[in-house]
Nanobody, 123 residues
C-alpha cells in the first residue's frame, strides 16, 4: 500500500505561481512512477506531468514550459511547480503512483491516488 497526501493548492491570479507537493508513504514508495493529474468540473481527469523513479519526466502539452515536476526519493515527495498560471488551469489536482518503470499518461494505469487539492486561477 502507498498513501499519498497533496498540499499546496489555493487561489491565485492569472500569471501567478503555485507549488503543489505530494508526500508518499508506504511500501517502496520511491519505486513508483509518479504523476500529477487534474480534473475540472464536468471534464475527465487528465494527465499533467509525470516522473519516473529515475527522474525521467513527461509533460502534457498544456504544461510544457510552465510546469516542472520533481521528486525527492529520500523524502518520498513529489512536487509540481506551476508558473504562468491561466484560468484554464483551474481544477482539482491529484497526485498518483504507478508501479511502472516509465511514466504513463492514462489514469486507469495508476495504482494509488491522493485526495486532491483545489487550484483556482482567476483572470
Amino acid at each position: 500500500q502507498v498513501q499519498l497526501v497533496e498540499s499546496g493548492g489555493g487561489s491565485v491570479q492569472a500569471g501567478g505561481s503555485l507549488r503543489l507537493s505530494c508526500a508518499a508513504s508506504g511500501r517502496t514508495a520511491s519505486s513508483y512512477a509518479m504523476g500529477w493529474f487534474r480534473q475540472a468540473p464536468g471534464k475527465d481527469r487528465e494527465f499533467v506531468a509525470g516522473i519516473s523513479w529515475s527522474g525521467g519526466t513527461t509533460y502534457a502539452d498544456s504544461a510544457k514550459g510552465r510546469f516542472t515536476i520533481s521528486r525527492d526519493n529520500f523524502k518520498n515527495t513529489v512536487a509540481l511547480q506551476m508558473n504562468s498560471l491561466k484560468p484554464e488551469d483551474t481544477a482539482v489536482y491529484y497526485c498518483a503512483a504507478d508501479f511502472s518503470r516509465v511514466v504513463r499518461v492514462v489514469p486507469i494505469d495508476y495504482d494509488y491516488w491522493g485526495q486532491g487539492t483545489q487550484v483556482t486561477v482567476s483572470s
